[in-house]
């Protein structure tokens, strides 16, 4: 099942490309996704040893980020039908196949036990969706895509070289000699310290650069802000929680090595820079799309800084990873349909959202209150789970700074919402025949419904599942 | 034979140095192509124990014409499409450039005497040939304006990581060197096509131009 | 002994022009001509010390003793330079610096020349050359530290004494490196293509010819001569560096000596043919890589 779920993916993208009709192609992601999200569930429950000499298997970590992204594509998928069918005047063939790719890329970097394979995986991600950012074919998405092309390379070159930085570590005579999670974390107090401390540092900053944490964060603006809503959608909610993933693959060698103090010190620091970064760009952020990317820096910022805390903060972040990708996948869908049905992305001159969608206005409202952390909605409570954590762990600077982060961020992101959604729609520039369907309008309402229920009543099955995937991190 | 492999530690060295003054994108993309060579020469020299000499045949002829033939192709007639000769001033000139290169090798070579190797140190020059080879491709994808010059950098950026690749060919060998080449290969094909798109959009290759998308 | 110093003086005194010559010579061969004779040089020598010289109303002393001290430091430099694996005339801890002093008197003295007389055409040409000087200095002072550190010695005869043998074995590609820099520093210091040329007269290209522009009679004998000896002066550096072929006998020595360092002058030869003059804005580049390929030797010999 294992390799079910990544094939089916990687077959029917490959079909894509072969399919000639236009018309019936984007049905190809939907049968891929909803077979992804039956192999999820059979998973779920009836968990598998691991495969293909233990490189591939589905632990608690993993479990979280790929069934977050499984139900994200499958949302996407519906939504795509809709959209494509409005796009119809372009070619889908490489949009679609390199969806598909893309899933079963991003199944594999769940899956992986062997940072190699997780490495190889990762960097297919990347080269599969820098073609699908240039879909709107102009001149601002070709250099929004010649960005993130080049400085994802760069950072997953860099990446390679602490894999093998860390590879290195473990090279001696009685090291395990072999790039295995598990052999590494069992190996961990023989690993070399100096190349474990060197490795972390530069997996930090070319994973960190998949992620979008700051300084690391130039590409998010503009590919987010030129993708389309639906790959915005794929890559806020469901590649950065990929990254995120490899990070934490990588802390886990690198406290069994004993370098964990500093690990997290680095971590901490990046995710308080990112929240801050976030909150000042946020401000009087013109284009609505840029700004989702910078709330995306903010929340990985989050998931980094509940990383550096450790303890309880990193169930809470597993929690969160969920909670981001579906409130992402909210905001995006309805911010597609928004720059579809107005032709532009200007906050100066969309306004009146929630008159001329009456679904997709008000989801994107609501989608920025679940984003900025308001409850009832689940982004509250991991939110809460990580502040919580800070002042347990002794560190009421951090949580201190957290909260303000949190609050700038609201008020300028608020700003911008309020004044898209609310008002009047008069004389804003418009495409008529755009208006809120079942396919466009519909999964971003299921979403949004979804993070709200995740806020009311948390199952718990799922609470169990993120402290697992804590005490994978965390060693306790 | 220690000579030889000392002379091509060496030389690749020199030609980062080189790669960071020069203005002509033909000769540029003839030293990276050299660079990729000695790198494939290297991966032969390096080879310790008998068995494993016929994986590093296979990854040093995989490197030779990935490297030294094939991606030199791929970007020789991508500058004679877009009819391009010569870099324009960078964003760091040529002299700042060679000076923070120089200070890159001499970083090198004092932090590798810092970090000891926990397997038997394949040659002395390794470790730092890799870190300077690095450091240089990071220099030129930052500071150069043109996107050929930049996948350039990003061509001496992995040329680097797979010297440092080379230091675990005996327990990894055939995986690592692969999924460098594979890494380097699939990325370059893509921005290749990225490159053609720019070229078609903006008729030219200055990244000057790729500037409109800001706060 | 004595009749081999005075050998030795009598090489560095008459020898350096017909470098000048050779030079001249494979250039015009390579070009397809036939070329001046190779003891051309000789001959200007003898014609300009018999010449009366033009003095401009608007020279001082300056400029009169500008040739005359240039001379003067040149051949003082030389006899610090160690020949065919004797020690030279004078040597004592830190002549390197002297040496390297005493060309840049040289130069100094020149270009306070061209300056004097008061032409702004000699100015520029004296702002170049003294542009370019300065980066070849710290690339010429890289070289001898790369030199001083392999052989462990302070002095120039100690550098290219017998010790150098051993330094080679032990850091040849150090010393590789170190000698292409040097001879890119002989090149810049000798105003040769690439970094000038030495047949130009166009206003807009000349650097060091435009320096000795104003100099007739005995002084231009002066500065021709110490050109061709600062020539010579590098060139036994760059052979006694590269080609250090041990052979029996004192006399065999300095025959091989004779032979390398016209050698040395059909090198410079073919390189001048071979390549076009650099674009202004190049030559520093040029410069500093050659000082950092020296940077790069010494870090692999501090290893």
Request: net charge neutral.
């Amino acid at each position: 099942m294992i390799l079910f779920v990544i094939l089916v993916p990687l077959v029917l993208g490959a079909s894509a490309f072969a399919w000639p009709d236009n018309r019936t192609r984007p049905v190809l992601l939907l049968v891929g996704s909803a077979l992804h999200v039956v192999g999820i569930v059979s998973l779920w429950t009836h968990p598998e040893a691991p495969v293909m000499n233990g490189y591939l298997f589905l632990d608690a970590a993993g479990k979280v980020v790929v069934s977050t992204s499984s139900v994200l594509f499958l949302a996407s998928a519906i939504y795509a039908q809709g959209y494509l069918r409005h796009r119809s005047d372009r070619d889908n063939r490489v949009f679609v196949g390199g969806l598909l790719i893309l899933l079963a890329a991003m199944t594999t970097v769940g899956m992986a036990q062997h940072l190699g394979v997780l490495w190889v995986a990762i960097e297919i991600t990347t080269l599969a969706t820098a073609p699908l950012i240039y879909f709107n074919h102009n001149a601002q998405s070709l250099e929004a895509a010649w960005k993130y092309l080049l400085v994802s390379s760069l950072g997953i070159a860099l990446a390679l070289l602490g894999t093998f930085f860390l590879a290195l570590s473990g090279a001696g005579p009685d090291g395990p000699r072999s790039l295995m999670l598990d052999d590494l974390i069992r190996a961990g107090p023989q690993l070399s310290r100096p190349w474990v401390r060197a490795a972390f540092v530069f997996l930090l900053v070319g994973y960190g650069t998949k992620m979008g944490l700051a300084p690391l964060h130039s590409w998010k603006p503009d590919a987010y802000g030129e993708a389309p809503g639906l790959l915005g959608a794929l890559l806020a909610g469901g590649i950065t929680n990929f990254a995120f993933l490899s990070v934490v693959r990588v802390l886990q060698v690198t406290s069994a090595a004993g370098e964990g103090a500093f690990a997290r010190d680095a971590l901490l620091g990046l995710g308080l820079l990112s929240m801050a970064l976030a909150a000042v760009f946020m401000a009087g952020q013109r284009d609505f799309k840029r700004m989702l990317a910078y709330s995306s820096v903010e929340h990985m910022g989050i998931l980094a800084v509940a990383l550096g805390l450790g303890g309880a903060a990193v169930t809470g972040a597993f929690y969160h990873v969920l909670n981001n990708g579906l409130s992402k996948g909210v905001m995006f869908l309805a911010a597609g349909n928004i720059h579809r049905a107005y032709g532009s992305k200007r906050t100066d001159q969309v306004r009146g959202a929630a008159r001329r969608l009456p679904i997709s206005g008000p989801l994107f409202l609501a989608g920025f209150l679940a984003v900025t952390g308001t409850p009832p909605f689940g982004p509250f409570w991991s939110e809460f789970m990580i502040l919580n954590g800070a002042i347990g762990t002794g560190r009421p600077v951090v949580a201190a700074l957290f909260l303000l982060f949190l609050a700038v961020i609201f008020i300028g992101m608020g700003a911008t919402v309020l004044h898209v959604v609310q008002g009047s729609d008069e004389g804003a520039p418009g495409n008529p025949g755009f208006k809120d369907s079942w396919l466009t309008a519909g999964p971003p309402l299921v979403l949004m419904l979804a993070v709200l229920a995740l806020g009311i009543w948390l199952p718990s099955g799922l609470m169990g599942l993120f402290s697992a995937a804590a005490r994978l991190v965390t060693g306790t | 034979m220690g000579a030889w492999t000392d002379m091509a530690f060496i030389l690749v060295v020199v030609l980062d140095l080189f790669l960071l003054a020069s203005s002509r994108l033909g000769a540029a993309i003839r030293a990276v192509a050299l660079q990729g060579a000695l790198l494939s020469l290297l991966a032969l020299l390096l080879t310790s124990s008998g068995h494993s000499l016929g994986h590093m045949l296979v990854v040093a002829g995989g490197a030779f014409f990935i490297k030294a033939i094939l991606i030199p192709w791929l970007m020789f007639r991508a500058i004679r499409e877009m009819a391009i000769r010569r870099e324009m001033e960078p964003l760091v000139g040529y002299v700042p450039s060679m000076i923070l290169g120089g200070v890159g090798v001499v970083l090198s070579f004092a932090f590798s005497r810092g970090l000891p190797l926990p397997t038997h140190e394949m040659h002395p020059f390794l470790v730092p040939t890799a870190l300077a080879t690095v450091w240089t491709g990071l220099l030129l994808v930052v500071s150069r304006r043109k996107a050929v010059t930049q996948v350039l950098g990003f061509l001496v950026l992995e040329n680097g990581v797979f010297v440092f690749g080379l230091l675990l060919t005996d327990f990894m060998p055939v995986m690592v060197e692969a999924g460098v080449l594979l890494d380097l290969l699939a990325a370059v094909f893509v921005m290749g096509i990225v490159m053609f798109q720019i070229n078609r959009e903006f008729a030219s290759l200055d990244t000057d131009a790729l500037s409109s998308l800001k706060d | 002994m004595i009749l081999r110093a005075l050998f030795q003086i009598g090489l560095l005194l008459l020898l350096p022009p017909l470098l000048l010559g050779v030079v001249n010579r494979v250039k015009a061969i390579v070009a397809g001509r036939e070329g001046p004779p190779l003891l051309q040089l000789y001959l200007d020598l003898w014609k300009l010390l018999h010449k009366g010289a033009v003095y401009s109303r608007t020279t001082t002393w300056v400029f009169r003793a500008g040739p005359a001290v240039g001379l003067a430091a040149i051949a003082t430099a030389g006899t610090m330079l160690p020949v065919a694996g004797q020690p030279a005339i004078f040597s004592f801890a830190g002549d390197f610096v002297l040496f390297a002093y005493l060309l840049a008197l040289a130069r100094f003295a020149t270009a306070l020349a061209a300056l004097d007389t008061g032409s702004s055409f000699e100015g520029m040409g004296a702002a170049r050359e003294v542009s370019f000087a300065s980066m070849a200095e710290p690339a010429l002072f890289l070289v001898l530290v790369v030199m001083a550190r392999a052989t462990g010695s302070l002095s120039l005869s100690g550098m290219l004494g017998p010790a150098l043998a051993p330094a080679w074995r032990a850091a040849a590609p150090a010393l590789l490196l170190s000698a292409i820099a040097l001879f890119v520093v002989a090149l810049a210091e000798n105003s040769r293509i690439p970094v000038d040329d030495p047949n130009t007269h166009l206003e807009l290209t000349m650097i060091h010819e435009v320096m000795v522009l104003d100099h007739s009679g005995p002084d231009l004998a002066f500065i021709l001569y110490g050109a061709s000896l600062k020539l010579f002066l590098f060139a036994a550096l760059f052979v006694r560096l590269v080609a250090d072929v041990g052979v029996a006998g004192i006399w065999a020595a300095e025959g091989v000596f004779v032979v390398e360092v016209i050698g040395f002058a059909l090198l410079v030869g073919l390189v001048e043919s071979g390549m076009a003059r650099l674009r202004l804005t190049r030559v520093p580049q040029m410069l500093v890589g050659a000082s950092l390929l020296s940077v790069f030797a010494l870090v692999l010999l501090l290893r």
